[in-house]
Each structure stands twice: as structure tokens, then as C-alpha cells.
């Protein structure tokens, strides 16, 4: 899911089909990782999160699988909905637990376009 | 409960002004977070308030600068402003900041520098 400017990769897919976003994150510390939602003209919506010590989360039609060899996490949902158009973000954390957040580390963000 | 709340919605501004930028966090919530967006360069960490103390730091000029308040509010200032500083500022809030909280965020402000 990485890009540059304008040029976001865009994922199409078909109404009820089941989507997959991938990311690449950059920092092999990184401990804490989420996926956020973004539709025009809206701030990022959070979307689910997963913590190193897990390979796979699920939440409402979504999962987030992890593999910390490669430094990929990716973004599944299931049965895609017109709603689900917009543009996602991952982003990672060095979250060091107890201690202070820090700062999110974002993706470029992929453009998902769902057609009914 | 409420979500996070920014305002305004929208600004717009001359090269040289400066601008405030405010932001109230869900209740409860003591740290807040700003987030620069621009097409360019994506989303990208400006500064973190916890208790009306700067924690975290991003890479930006000290024409950015913010504050918290004691009831948690948060406000950002830019000074001086340059075309390039043209973005959406996001706001994010969680319950203390801590690694592994979520963080929740506002619809933003589009300040527009002309």
C-alpha cells in the first residue's frame, strides 16, 4: 500500500466480493499496528489494530493478518459494500507498552473503489 | 459520547498570517495528538500533549507550535505561514497516550494558504 502524492494505488472490486490491502511497514521495532478508514472529506476512522505478539486479528468482516519476517500486514473484507469505498491507511507504532505512544507512523494509504 | 471535535472546518489564509487551529478530544480522553495530511507527504506526526505538557515532537519548523489546556482541549498555532504549510490538520485523542491505545480522530481542519 505504499504511493507517492496523488498517485495512490487503487484496489477495484466487485459488490460482495472480498477485498485484500496489503501494506509494507518500515520500522522492525514497530510492536503495535492499525488499519484506519479515510472517506473524503472525513478524518481517519479506526478500523481494527493488532499487537506483534499476534498473526491475525478479526473483527466485523475484517482481519488483519501480520507477518513481522517480511514486515507486511495486510487489511481483508470480507463481502466489500459501496461503503467500504474510501482510502486506507495502515499505520505502525513502537508502542513500548506503558511508556509514552509516540507518534503513528502512516502508510501512503491504498484508494479502495467498490463497484455495485 | 462525543467524538473528537476541530475547528474550524475550514481556512483560508495569506502567506505571512498565522493561524490557530483548536481541538476539543473525547471526553475522557487526555492526550492529544496533531497530524499533518497533505497529497504530497501523506499523514505525518506533528506534535503529542499529555497533562498540558509536549511529549512527542515531530520534524516541523517552530512556526508549529500547539498547547493543551487542563481540560484536555488543544490548540495548534502556525506562524508565518508558507504556501507549503496548505493542508488538512487532523487532531487525534486517546484515553493517555500510552503504546498501544487507540487513537481516535477528528474530520480535521483544511487550512488553504494563498
Known amino acids: 500500500g505504499e504511493s507517492v502524492g496523488l498517485h495512490l494505488p487503487t484496489l477495484s472490486v466487485q459488490e460482495g466480493d472480498n477485498s485484500i490491502i496489503n501494506c509494507a511497514y518500515s520500522?522492525?521495532?514497530?510492536?503495535?499496528f492499525i488499519w484506519y478508514k479515510q472517506e473524503s472529506g472525513k478524518g481517519p476512522q479506526f478500523i481494527i489494530d493488532i499487537r506483534s505478539n499476534m498473526d491475525k486479528r478479526q473483527g466485523q468482516r475484517v482481519t488483519v493478518l501480520l507477518n513481522k519476517t517480511v514486515k507486511h500486514l495486510s487489511l481483508q473484507i470480507a463481502a466489500t459494500q459501496p461503503g467500504d469505498s474510501a482510502v486506507y491507511f495502515c499505520a505502525e507504532n513502537f508502542a513500548h507498552y506503558g511508556g509514552s505512544q509516540g507518534n503513528l507512523i502512516f502508510g501512503k494509504g491504498t484508494k479502495l473503489s467498490v463497484k455495485p | 459520547k462525543a467524538g473528537v471535535t476541530q475547528t474550524p472546518r475550514y481556512l483560508i489564509k495569506t502567506r505571512g498570517q498565522q493561524v490557530t487551529l483548536s481541538c476539543s478530544p473525547i471526553?475522557?480522553?487526555?492526550?492529544v495528538s496533531w497530524y499533518q495530511q497533505t497529497p504530497g507527504q501523506g499523514l505525518q506526526f506533528l506534535f503529542e500533549y499529555f497533562s498540558e505538557t509536549q511529549r512527542n515532537k515531530g520534524n516541523f519548523p517552530g512556526r508549529f507550535s500547539g498547547r493543551q489546556f487542563s481540560n484536555s482541549r488543544s490548540e495548534m498555532n502556525v506562524s508565518t505561514l508558507e504556501l507549503g504549510d496548505s493542508a488538512l490538520y487532523l487532531c487525534?485523542?486517546?484515553?493517555?497516550?500510552?503504546?498501544?491505545?487507540?487513537?481516535?480522530f477528528g474530520s480535521g481542519t483544511q487550512l488553504s494558504v494563498l
Open positions: 520500522n522492525s521495532a514497530s510492536d503495535y
Open positions: 471526553s475522557g480522553h487526555r492526550s
Open positions: 487525534a485523542s486517546s484515553l493517555s497516550g500510552q503504546g498501544g491505545e487507540k487513537l481516535f
